[in-house]
Every structure is written in C-alpha cells, then in structure tokens.
C-alpha cells in the first residue's frame, strides 16, 4: 500500500492529466449522445462538438489544476489542440497497422493506441502546451 502511493505520488502529474482526460471524454461521450438524440443532430457533427467540448475541458483544468499555467492561454490552447491531432493521427496509423495489416482484434489494438496516445500526448504537452 505504502509503495502504491509513493507511485502515485511522484506521478501526480501524469495521474492527474488521465483522470483530467477521463473528465473530458466523458463530457465528450455525454455531449455526443444529448446532441444524436435529443437534438437529432448528424453523428459526424455531434462527434466534432463532443470532442471540441471534451478538448476545451480537459485543456482549461490541466491549465488550472495540473500545470498552473495562467499566460498565453489562447497559444497554449492552439497547441494543445495541435498534439491532441497528433494523437488522433498516431491512433489512425496504429489501428491502420495493427488491425489492417497485423490482424490484432480491434479492440486490442485500440487499448494499445489509448497506452500510446496518452503518453505521446502527456508528454508533447508538458514539454510544448504546458512549458513554464
């Protein structure tokens, strides 16, 4: 018990930044499903407003909570946004190979892309969106 949380501990960052990140996929799904079904809107378009929803979310708590970063937000936004497309290009490329050309079960494959993003992710924006 006592090793788990000296882990935690000296990750409070990269824990915080998941479960931040959890916050804003949930806000992200939540949105999605309100605007398929009771505003009946198109998926493709519910898809872009959930995930827009959960991005600014989880940007402005990592901000405020995780990094304490409080200058040049509207920068620091466009370039979180920027590893977060990043990150859906490395998911794309990965599932393309590891689906489409390995075979590996989708669902598989798509955790292995979730370990991968978020640490390719995490890291791109302590060290870009987040740099004091």
């Given at each position: 018990m006592?090793?788990?949380?000296?882990?935690?501990?000296?990750?409070?960052?990269f824990?915080?930044?998941?479960?931040?990140?959890?916050?804003?996929?949930?806000?992200?799904?939540?949105?999605?499903?309100?605007?398929?079904r009771?505003?009946?809107?198109h998926?493709?378009?519910?898809?872009?407003?959930?995930?827009?929803?959960?991005t600014?979310l989880?940007?402005?708590?990592?901000a405020?909570?995780?990094?304490?970063?409080?200058?040049?937000?509207?920068?620091?936004?466009?370039?979180?946004?920027g590893v977060g497309l990043?990150?859906?290009a490395m998911?794309v490329?990965?599932?393309f190979?590891?689906v489409?050309?390995?075979?590996w079960?989708?669902y598989?494959?798509?955790l292995?892309?979730?370990v991968?993003v978020?640490?390719?992710?995490y890291?791109?924006?302590?060290?870009i969106?987040?740099?004091?």
């Amino acid at each position: 018990m006592k090793a788990a949380l000296l882990w935690l501990e000296t990750r409070r960052q990269f824990v915080l930044y998941c479960v931040i990140g959890a916050s804003g996929a949930t806000l992200d799904f939540l949105v999605y499903a309100l605007l398929v079904r009771e505003a009946q809107l198109h998926y493709e378009i519910a898809n872009a407003i959930g995930y827009a929803s959960g991005t600014v979310l989880s940007f402005f708590l990592n901000a405020h909570f995780n990094f304490k970063i409080r200058d040049a937000l509207p920068l620091r936004f466009l370039s979180f946004c920027g590893v977060g497309l990043l990150g859906l290009a490395m998911s794309v490329g990965i599932l393309f190979l590891t689906v489409g050309h390995l075979g590996w079960d989708k669902y598989l494959a798509k955790l292995v892309t979730i370990v991968a993003v978020v640490l390719l992710q995490y890291n791109l924006n302590r060290l870009i969106s987040f740099k004091k």
